[in-house]
């Protein structure tokens, strides 16, 4: 307790099986070590807490109502470790934009909980830290499947199905992986609300919309074992036409995933909550990756990913 201690996690990418997952269909995720989140915790000598991250700064419990799900989370470890009155300071050093549907919210509650747990030098394993970073998320997203934590929290990518354990999966792929942000708030909670209230509303359609999801992530599990890229990006494209259909989509993915497929991408989604966040999509060479930022960053979009997928550095 006497001596810093951080913790640390990265973003996520849902490759496919976004919201069909809250309905038992499986998914695809995964890890975007690149774009990372950091937390470090020092004691302080007062009996103050204070946060201090690029949105807030401040004592936490006098912050925004964004971080009730955060302060909720960490008042029950505290409680645990018996230390509710220990004053610290918890510097969160985010390069993860918010509500992108890139996890942010699980990456920070995955950070917080390892700096607490090394701060107060407790044991922790695997299943309490997802146990726990649940705990905010399900403040913040209301039914949340778990596949946030769950990648936030892997060094691998994971077939998830909602209420099991994730597990890994054979990954022999060779390509890359765009991530582009649309700039625009996606919130996941809201999103997930909307494809509860259209299968209220009709529920033969979102439901032959989620089940086509579940098919189509099985279809790319099999392609990602067989290094079959161009096979993923039309399964990309399918599972795209039917998260229209759900209603997650928003005019701005669909300028950018046109400007994508344009480009040379082998196939195009949203990744993650959708209604904003951001855009995925495939492209067999580094040129070809490099074509579609540039393509994009013209369309105005200002922060794009690339990431190789090697299968010796995924397996
Ligand atoms: C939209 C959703 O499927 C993914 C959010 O990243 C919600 C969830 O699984 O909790």
């Not at 609300?193 to 579940?214: T, Y």
């Not at 991408?265 to 540039?294: Q, W």
Request: charged content about 15%; hydrophobic content about 40%.
């Amino acid at each position: 307790m006497d001596t810093p201690a951080s913790g640390s996690s990265h973003a996520k990418i849902i490759l496919i099986g976004e919201h069909s997952v809250v309905y038992h269909q499986p998914a695809i995720a995964l890890p975007l070590p690149a774009v990372r989140e950091n937390v470090t915790i020092t004691l302080r000598k007062d009996n103050e807490q204070q946060l201090i991250s690029r949105y807030y700064t401040g004592a936490r419990h006098a912050g925004p109502q964004q971080l009730a799900g955060i302060n909720h989370l960490i008042d029950e470890l505290l409680t645990r470790f018996n230390a509710a009155n220990v004053g610290f300071n918890l510097a969160i050093n985010s390069h993860l934009p918010a509500e992108r549907g890139m996890g942010s919210s699980a990456a920070t509650a995955v950070a917080i909980i390892r700096a607490l747990y090394r701060f107060f030098e407790q044991p922790l394993s695997h299943e309490q830290l997802l146990s726990d970073a649940n705990i905010s998320e399900k403040i913040i997203h209301g039914n949340p499947s778990g596949i946030d934590v769950a990648t936030a929290s892997a060094s691998n990518p994971i077939w998830f199905v909602t209420g099991t354990q994730p597990s890994a999966i054979p990954f022999h792929l060779h390509g890359y992986l765009v991530v582009a942000d649309s700039g625009i708030h996606g919130q996941t909670g809201l999103a997930v609300q909307a494809v509860a209230e259209l299968r209220k509303h009709d529920l033969a359609s979102a439901d032959h919309a989620i089940k086509g999801l579940g098919q189509l992530t099985h279809a790319a599990k099999s392609a990602l074992a067989n290094d079959r890229l161009a096979e993923l990006g039309v399964i990309f494209n399918r599972a795209q036409v039917l998260l229209r259909q759900l209603g997650v989509s928003h005019p701005r993915l669909e300028t950018m995933i046109n400007v994508a497929n344009q480009n040379g991408a082998l196939g195009a989604k949203l990744t993650g909550g959708g209604m904003g966040g951001c855009m995925i999509c495939l492209a067999p060479d580094e040129a070809t990756a490099t074509r579609i930022r540039l393509a994009l960053a013209n369309e105005g979009v200002s922060q794009s990913w690339v990431q190789p997928l090697k299968s010796e550095e995924t397996k």
